[in-house]
């Protein structure tokens, strides 16, 4: 008895064997028009300003692109200036630092497969100019409303009842917000401070956290976003490495440097919670902060 099989008998039809043949030879074969990596839409080198702008590559990332919304010229175009503003488009659009290339793997290239384009999302600031959040400060406004938040307490209190307290319990606080940490910092403050302190200190403690943004956001941004992660971190902390907490280790610092594409506000108003329980008055901030970064104006809510 011979070994293996008789792959005609065994269909019985010969036409459904030579159809199956196809079938796969039809995978496996390699496009001449589309190359290999076509297939799982790979491009084997940089695309866009001053990349190498192979003929094969450039196929793919301008039909990647068109998937997303961004228009290009035609296909058998032998220019690249088109992709070029295309990709510094799709990079505003998805909070990703703004290079006009794309590269094999890079942050642009998977957020370009997986077809997701932040500029559909609800109120998402594509008018204002942005900048390199490393340069900028906050705003007045943001200041204001910074301010109209937290708001000026002359005597310590609870920050979870807002009653004025006679001795240190932890969220005791003062001022513009300031945090007071232990039991002889509150002694200090136990007879109350100034505005004109008050003012002072919440100067001098808004420079930690503007720092922390100015550093930790990698893409361009608009002011009022700007000021609106200012605002946030000035209240959740700029990052503890204990607790893996602040803005270094969260979702939000995530999206905007387009390292994630989970739901920015989703993401934002996950900071309603103050020791354990879920605060009215922080889920109104989260609220107004978001509205402030998609430019929706500086008002309390």
């Known amino acids: 008895m011979a ?3 008789d792959a005609a008998d065994y269909f019985n039809d010969r036409f459904l064997f030579i159809s199956m043949l196809e079938s796969i030879l039809s995978i496996l074969i390699i496009s001449s028009t589309e190359g290999f990596y076509c297939m799982d839409r790979l491009i084997k080198s940089s695309v866009g300003f001053r990349g190498t702008n192979n003929e094969h590559d450039l196929r793919i990332v301008r039909k990647l692109l068109s998937e997303n919304g ?6 058998d175009s032998n220019t690249h200036k088109d992709v070029v503003r295309a990709l510094t488009a799709f990079q505003k659009t998805n909070f990703i630092y703004v290079t006009g290339i794309v590269m094999p793997n890079c942050t642009t290239f998977k957020t370009l497969k997986q077809k997701i384009n932040i500029i559909n999302r609800s109120g998402y600031d594509s008018v204002h100019p942005r900048y390199s959040a490393c340069n900028m400060r906050p705003s007045q406004d943001c200041l204001n409303l910074m301010r109209q938040y937290e708001k000026y307490q002359q005597y310590p209190y609870d920050d979870q009842t807002a009653k004025r307290i006679n001795r240190y319990c932890k969220g005791a606080t003062v001022g513009y917000g300031h945090l007071i940490v232990n039991a002889q910092q509150f002694e200090k403050y136990r007879n109350g401070m100034s ?15 503007v720092l922390a943004v100015q550093q930790c956001v990698k893409t361009r941004v608009s ?7 200012v605002m946030l971190t000035y209240n959740i902390g700029s990052g503890n490495d204990r607790k893996r907490s602040g803005l270094f280790y969260s979702n939000v610092l995530k999206i905007v440097n387009g390292e994630s594409v989970d739901d920015l506000y989703s993401a934002w108003k ?3 919670i103050s020791q354990g329980n879920v ?9 107004s ?5 998609v430019g929706k104006g500086y008002t309390k809510i």
């Open 3 to 5: 070994l293996g099989f």
């Open 70 to 75: 961004f228009r290009t010229m035609a296909s």
């Open 195 to 209: 505005m004109s302190e008050a003012t002072k200190l919440f100067n001098k403690n808004l420079e930690e956290f």
């Open 223 to 229: 002011q009022n976003e700007f000021d609106a992660l």
């Open 270 to 272: 996950l900071y309603t």
């Open 279 to 287: 605060m009215n008055g922080l889920i109104h901030r989260r609220r």
């Open 289 to 293: 902060e978001y509205e402030v970064f």
